[in-house]
């Protein structure tokens, strides 16, 4: 079986509740056998010669109540091929655990402190985790901001010294998913990118700029004549509009109204009151120059 040549950090934020893991590897869809977490339960990243059956187990464990370090013995009690794992767990209190088998592939290793575990195999050296610690500490914002900026320094690090291949980062909190239906807050994986890294933060930043909100201090206010110009021309270039006559009136209300709705920007703008988020604003002028 091949093994799954990673870099991974698995990390939560106690204050904010929310639990993620951020990975790496030259090996297509990393996402899809890596990352596993639970919102107030933990988080786990197993990888190397992956047992994906540590991820449910594990989750299950936790929501039991044991510790990340309880969870790991228990994991690998029963395991005849511990050697060739690699995981890396937090659990619901922000406890930390890490494990390399010796039959990993070097370079391989981790570390941890409370609130993450960082670890990879196949990796240029030790300074890919060192480097990813140093990011994840260092960097202030929620936990997807500091699990990618982690990422990212282990991959300009050197991170899986075969190559780069896919990409992924997944994060929970209570009801964070779509609608507060399920916990499933951030789920956005490249599987098969040159390189992938910069692109994960790209779909983090689309994240934002879809499911964010702006202080109306940054609001946009279309009865400015250049705001609205500007959005004028943009919606008669894509067929929503046929003036450019600078004035909010009620046929370019109707217009932004289509216009948004299309875009899925419902959240970050509203049409009645004229005005429109101002991240949302420079991402469209920038869409449709």
Same mark, same amino acid.
């Given at each position: 079986?091949?093994? +799954?040549?990673?870099?991974?950090?698995?990390?939560?934020?106690?204050?904010?509740?929310?639990?993620?893991?951020?990975? $790496?590897?030259?090996?297509?869809?990393?996402?899809?056998?890596?990352?596993?977490?639970?919102?107030n339960?933990? /988080?786990?990243?197993?990888?190397? *010669? $992956?047992?994906t059956?540590?991820?449910?187990?594990?989750?299950?464990?936790?929501?039991?109540?044991?510790?990340?370090?309880?969870?790991?013995? &228990? +994991?690998?009690?029963d395991?005849?091929?511990? /050697?060739?794992?690699?995981?890396?767990?937090?659990?619901?209190?922000?406890?930390?655990?890490?494990?390399?088998?010796?039959?990993? +592939?070097?370079?391989?290793?981790?570390?941890?402190?409370?609130?993450y575990?960082?670890?990879?195999?196949?990796l240029?050296?030790?300074?890919?985790?060192?480097q990813?610690?140093?990011?994840?500490?260092?960097?202030?914002?929620?936990?997807?901001?500091?699990?990618?900026?982690?990422?990212? $320094?282990?991959?300009q690090a050197?991170?899986d010294?075969?190559?780069?291949?896919?990409?992924?980062?997944y994060v929970?909190?209570?009801?964070?998913?779509?609608?507060?239906?399920?916990? !499933?807050?951030?789920?956005? &994986?490249?599987?098969d990118?040159? #390189?992938?890294?910069? !692109?994960?933060?790209?779909?983090?930043?689309?994240?934002?700029?879809?499911?964010?909100?702006?202080?109306?201090s940054?609001?946009?206010? *279309? #009865?400015?004549?250049?705001?609205?110009?500007?959005?004028?021309?943009?919606?008669?270039? +894509?067929?929503?509009?046929?003036?450019?006559?600078?004035?909010?009136?009620?046929?370019?209300?109707? /217009? *932004?109204?289509?216009?948004i709705?299309?875009?899925?920007?419902?959240?970050?703008?509203?049409?009645?009151?004229?005005?429109?988020?101002?991240?949302?604003?420079?991402?469209?002028?920038?869409?449709?120059?």
């Open positions: 079986m091949i093994h +799954l040549s990673t870099f991974s950090i698995v990390a939560c934020d106690i204050k904010s509740q929310t639990w993620g893991v951020a990975v $790496a590897s030259k090996f297509p869809a990393a996402g899809a056998v890596v990352p596993w977490a639970r919102a339960s933990g /988080a786990i990243a197993t990888q190397s *010669l $992956a047992n059956s540590f991820g449910p187990q594990g989750l299950s464990l936790m929501t039991g109540g044991l510790s990340a370090e309880e969870t790991l013995a &228990r +994991l690998l009690a395991d005849e091929e511990r /050697a060739t794992r690699q995981i890396g767990i937090v659990d619901s209190r922000g406890a930390s655990a890490t494990f390399t088998g010796k039959a990993c +592939l070097e370079w391989a290793g981790g570390l941890n402190a409370p609130g575990a960082i670890q990879g195999n196949i240029a050296g030790a300074e890919v985790v060192r990813m610690e140093h990011a994840f500490v260092e960097t202030k914002g929620e936990l997807p901001e500091r699990l990618f900026a982690s990422l990212f $320094a282990g991959d050197g991170g010294r075969r190559g780069r291949q896919s990409a992924a980062l929970v909190k209570p009801k964070g998913g779509y609608g507060g239906f399920n916990d !499933r807050w951030m789920d956005y &994986r490249v599987d990118h040159i #390189n992938p890294v910069p !692109r994960l933060g790209e779909l983090l930043e689309l994240h934002r700029l879809y499911f964010g909100k702006s202080p109306s940054e609001r946009i206010s *279309l #009865n400015d004549g250049k705001a609205v110009k500007d959005i004028q021309k943009i919606m008669k270039k +894509l067929g929503y509009y046929t003036l450019n006559n600078g004035k909010y009136d009620d046929s370019t209300r109707e /217009a *932004l109204r289509r216009f709705d299309n875009e899925n920007f419902e959240e970050r703008a509203n049409p009645d009151e004229g005005w429109i988020d101002g991240p949302v604003f420079d991402y469209l002028l920038k869409k449709f120059k």
